[in-house]
């Protein structure tokens, strides 16, 4: 992995990606409490609970504080799972959170899985993962694809089959125990796309539900899985145009989109070097698809 890596972005990272918001983007978390989301977690020894009211979980998985809400694992702690959820449905939208890592992480879980999350957005269902789709969040294959719970689609890039691709194309543009922005932008059951700091990522098309039917809706989740991880300035808007594809339209630019339809305002950006990505001690990239235990490129896999 190289020393320093280019992403493109206009403001430090503790700002976020500056993309350009109007008046019709709605906050998600009013900086007070958790009303319009509810908590869905599986603490260590205990069956999986719903809580309609987060502050209502005896283990406090989530805390709100400053406008950030975070999960927060003491050393020596055990595996929690679950996720934070709208109460909300919602079908076509454009959402977009800032996601970081800390350095907690909870008793037998890899070490390089320390830095993992997970954006879930279509869920119709709860449960451990849920039924619905994942934007991965985890820091080496940020926007990376998954289905959960048997939902389908037809095209999924890139997926987490395909991990080498992932971390190729998109791991340069985050750093680690920074703020990063991940944004979804979901057109029904038609197409979703995925985008981390501002560069276009994973994608997925044609979602169908557990049985087929079309799926075309369903609640957005942000994903705890055992490891320090804190969100903040959650946001959303409608895209009452299915037809159109928001990007970087200009070819110059470093972030052009190729599919992009409609111009969001995203190519105002300024290419700088970010700090040296930071690995959680014990980290040992995955030595399959051409990368060897100590993170060097390997030669082709055939």
């Known amino acids: 992995m190289p020393k320093s890596v280019f992403?493109?972005?206009?403001l430090a990272f503790q700002a976020g990606w500056p993309q350009k918001l109007d008046s019709n983007w709605i906050p998600l978390?009013?900086?007070?409490?958790?009303?319009?989301?509810?908590?869905?977690?599986?603490?260590?020894?205990?069956?999986?609970?719903?809580?309609?009211?987060?502050?209502?979980?005896?283990?406090?998985?989530?805390?709100?504080?400053?406008?950030?809400?975070?999960?927060?694992?003491?050393?020596?702690?055990?595996?929690?799972?679950?996720?934070?959820?709208?109460?909300?449905?919602?079908?076509?939208?454009?959402f977009r959170v800032e996601y970081k890592f800390g350095a907690g992480c909870a008793v037998g879980v890899d070490p390089k899985y320390c830095r993992n999350s997970g954006l879930l957005y279509h869920m119709v269902?709860?449960?451990?993962?849920?039924?619905?789709?994942?934007?991965n969040l985890y820091w080496d294959w940020p926007t990376a694809?998954?289905?959960?719970?048997?939902?389908?689609?037809?095209?999924?890039?890139?997926?987490?089959?395909?991990?080498?691709?992932?971390?190729?194309?998109?791991?340069?543009?985050?750093?680690?125990?920074e703020w990063n922005t991940m944004e979804i932008r979901v057109w029904g059951d038609s197409v979703a796309r995925h985008f981390v700091n501002g560069h276009p990522g994973g994608w997925v098309t044609g979602i169908k539900a557990p049985g087929g039917a079309v799926l075309s809706a369903g609640h957005i989740a942000l994903q705890i899985e055992g490891n320090d991880v804190s969100f903040r300035n959650p946001m959303i808007r409608d895209l009452d145009k299915p037809v159109d594809i928001l990007g970087c339209t200009r070819k110059t630019a470093p972030n052009y989109d190729a599919k992009a339809t409609k111009d969001d305002g995203s190519c105002d950006v300024i290419g700088i070097i970010a700090p040296a990505r930071r690995r959680p001690a014990g980290y040992r990239l995955p030595t399959a698809r051409g990368f060897t235990a100590n993170g060097r490129r390997a030669a082709a896999v055939k």
């Not at 719970?149 to 125990?177: E, K, W, Y």
């Open 7 to 10: 992403v493109w972005i206009a």
């Open 29 to 94: 978390f009013n900086g007070k409490d958790l009303k319009n989301w509810y908590a869905y977690v599986t603490p260590p020894g205990k069956s999986p609970q719903k809580y309609e009211d987060p502050a209502l979980d005896p283990d406090g998985s989530f805390k709100l504080s400053g406008g950030v809400v975070s999960h927060v694992v003491a050393p020596g702690a055990n595996l929690t799972n679950g996720f934070l959820a709208t109460d909300s449905a919602y079908s076509r939208y454009q």
């Open 125 to 135: 269902k709860d449960g451990i993962w849920g039924t619905g789709i994942e934007c």
């Open 145 to 177: 694809t998954a289905p959960l719970g048997g939902v389908t689609f037809t095209t999924q890039r890139p997926d987490f089959g395909n991990f080498q691709a992932a971390a190729d194309s998109m791991n340069r543009f985050t750093v680690d125990g």
